[in-house]
């Protein structure tokens, strides 16, 4: 009994320690983000001991955690028509509301997150979202089926979006969709939010795109890879859902290579002042311009003399605009649509969100950034039982709203 009463708290006190993270206190309800994180480190771990196995690649566990479990919920409802078809040659998903409206629909096309490497839209949340947007906006959404990291690398799940998106924007398509080439935009969270952004700039340069986004909804978006120190990579580097490493080596694995830099790039040595490829885009990612001083806090830009130029060299992606849509010239952003940018303060890419935003404006373009000062990454995700969060509720309703209004 009393060996029984020892082991017990033994474990209790390990569950305990396992999943217990310091967290500030602002932070949504922490005692389930907290669980959350305790759940994910889990799978990582199993990930990474059948990966060092041999019995499965880097990512099929996260991939199974992340929503790819089970069959594909490609059933319609009565409110909402699913179909899994192709665009160009490219796997899409279209969720297309069923209500017999006047006139014609709105049209998104949407990009999923999941750092370039994880996360469907046959099952699971990004099925409910599409599901849920084609309802509420009575709207087609067209949810893109991406090739994944590791399968492919940079650029080419861009080039999956911009061939889907330019298929759809084509006159005759859009009119066999009911859908208004006036009421047309494209949104994305995370990685997705890095691809619809990027997809968002090349059709406003294209004159072979006769119809243009009227709107960008971009969720937490990943956009630079230039400065892994910026305050929100400071703060929240250790913050559930993604760590700052996590999110440097989603890059690494996106642009294909070499694990090895990790230590260098996030002491920002990719960037470092002898690094002069850098010098043309050095103000586009300057937090210490581009913040409000109430962001910028104590932190202090992580800028080194020596660096090592050979990782730019490797890497020339880093300074693609088509991998980092935060580093695109003014002239560009200028023809950008209006735009929505969801943030979150405990999330490492929360300043890439408020520079963009910063920058758009500076160019003249209306931004509404929809800051949530509870809000983590991925909270849209934690929006059903049991994993509701009360900031996820919230940013997605306003996200719904703010479509509502603006396309
Ligand atoms: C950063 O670059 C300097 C100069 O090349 C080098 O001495 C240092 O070891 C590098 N740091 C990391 C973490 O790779």
């Known amino acids: ?22 967290l500030p206190p602002t932070v949504s309800e922490p005692w389930k983000l907290m669980l959350l994180d305790a759940t994910l480190r889990t799978i990582v771990k199993v990930n990474d001991v059948a ?42 998903l279209v969720f297309q509301s069923t209500l017999k409206s006047e006139g014609k629909k709105r049209g998104v096309v949407y990009v999923h997150g999941g750092g370039w490497a994880l996360g469907t839209t046959r099952r699971g949340f990004y099925n409910l979202l599409g599901r849920q947007m084609a309802k509420d906006l009575d709207a ?5 089926e991406y090739r994944l990291v590791p399968n492919v690398r ?63 909804a971009l969720l937490y978006p990943v956009l630079q890879a230039l400065d892994f120190n910026t305050p929100s990579y400071q703060q929240n580097q250790y913050m559930p859902i993604l760590h700052r490493k ?13 694990p090895s830099h ?37 932190h202090k830009p992580v800028v080194q003399v020596h660096g090592s130029s050979k990782i730019l060299e490797e890497l020339p992606a880093l300074l693609d605009t088509r991998a980092a849509p935060l580093l695109a010239e003014r002239d560009v952003l200028a023809r950008l649509p209006q735009a929505y940018i969801l943030t979150c303060e405990h999330d490492v ?55 509502q209004k603006n396309l």
């Open 140 to 144: 087609v959404i067209v949810s893109v």
């Open 154 to 216: 940079f650029p080419v799940p861009y080039e999956d979006v911009l061939l889907a998106t330019k298929h759809f924007l084509q006159p005759e398509v859009l009119a066999r969709y009911k859908v208004d080439p006036d009421r047309v935009g494209i949104s994305g969270d995370s990685a997705g939010g890095n691809l619809a952004a990027a997809v968002a700039q090349q059709i406003s340069i294209d004159d072979s795109v006769s119809v243009k986004f009227k709107v960008q």
């Open 246 to 258: 996590v999110m440097v080596q989603f890059w690494l694995e996106y642009l294909g290579t070499n």
């Open 51 to 92: 990966h060092t196995l041999g019995l499965s690649n880097h990512v099929d566990v996260l991939n199974y955690a992340f929503g790819n479990l089970g069959a594909p919920e490609t059933k319609s409802s009565e409110d909402v028509q699913v179909s899994d078809t192709a665009f160009a040659g490219v796997q899409v």
């Open 349 to 403: 890419l929360r300043d890439d969100g408020l520079m963009y935003g910063k920058r758009l404006q500076d160019a003249g373009v209306a931004v509404e950034q929809d800051h949530y000062e509870d809000g983590f990454h991925g909270c849209i995700f934690f929006t059903s039982w049991p994993m509701y969060s009360s900031v996820g509720l919230r940013a997605l309703e306003n996200y719904i709203t703010w479509l």
């Open 1 to 22: 009994m009393k060996l029984l009463l020892s082991v017990t708290v033994l474990l209790a006190f390990l569950a305990a320690y396992f999943i217990y993270t310091p």
């Open 262 to 298: 990790l230590q260098a790039m996030l002491v920002n040595n990719h960037t470092a002042l002898d690094v002069t490829q850098v010098e043309a885009v050095r103000a586009k990612v300057d937090w210490t311009a581009l913040l409000p001083a109430t962001l910028q806090k104590q």
